[in-house]
Every structure is written in C-alpha cells, then in structure tokens.
C-alpha cells in the first residue's frame, strides 16, 4: 500500500489550498481515509476523517474551513482547506485503513495501518 501526499505549499492567512492523496495497492473503496496534522513541536493530530459510505468526521477546530471528501475511481482522498489560519501550519499525513467503522470512530492515529510521507503546509499572517 502507497499513499502519496500533494498540493502542500505557502499561502496568506484567509488562503485556500487543496490536498490530494493518492492510494495504490488497496482496494481503495474498502478503507476509511483520514488526515492528520503535525505542527512543530506538536503531537499528531486529527483533523479529518471519511468512512467508507462518505460520512465524514471535521475536528472542532477545523470545522466550517476544511472539508474532506474522496473519489473511489480516482483512488483518491482530498482536503479542501479555505480560511486557513497561521496555527494550520503544519506537516498534513494521509492514513487508510480498512475497516467499516464510521469516521467519527476513526479520530485516533494508532486506528490506522497505512501512512503517506506528509505534505507541508505553511500559512503567512
């Protein structure tokens, strides 16, 4: 299983950015997709996460400015980050794991079994 991060970048506060995660290896449709977020100095920690039938779970802190949502025939989970603030700075993780459970069950890392290499988001005030 591969799970490769893009669309990290440099943005203004109030800016948008679109993350992509592409997943091979991995009957794509059979997974729960999450993201994940660590600031420097910070412990990992939720920010998104999709069941296998799109419900969704948004933490608290990201809620009404990001959204996440997947397309099966693309193998592919995104997040649509508007808003964004400077402590949304951070390194973004994709994560998969396949289960049935629903998202707002999934909000815990040790829950997931697949891991993408990060993608840096940095956001200027």
């Known amino acids: 299983v591969q799970l490769a991060e893009s669309g990290g970048g440099l943005v203004q506060a109030g800016g948008s950015l679109r993350l992509s995660c592409a997943a091979s290896?991995?009957?794509?449709?059979?997974?729960?997709m999450a993201w994940f977020r660590q600031g420097s100095g910070k412990e990992r920690e939720i920010v998104a996460a999709?069941?296998?039938?799109?419900?969704?779970y948004h933490a608290d802190s990201v809620k009404g400015r990001f959204t996440i949502s997947r397309d099966n025939a693309k193998n592919t989970v995104y997040l649509q980050m508007n808003s964004l603030k400077p402590e949304d700075t951070a390194v973004y993780y994709c994560?998969?794991?396949?289960?049935?459970?629903?998202?707002?069950?999934?909000?815990?890392?040790?829950?997931?079994?697949?891991w993408g290499q990060g993608t840096q988001v940095t956001v200027s005030s």
């Open positions: 994560a998969a794991v396949r289960t049935i459970a629903i998202a707002s069950t999934l909000t815990s890392d040790r829950r997931y079994d697949y």
């Open positions: 290896g991995l009957t794509f449709s059979d997974y729960a």
């Open positions: 999709i069941g296998r039938t799109g419900g969704t």
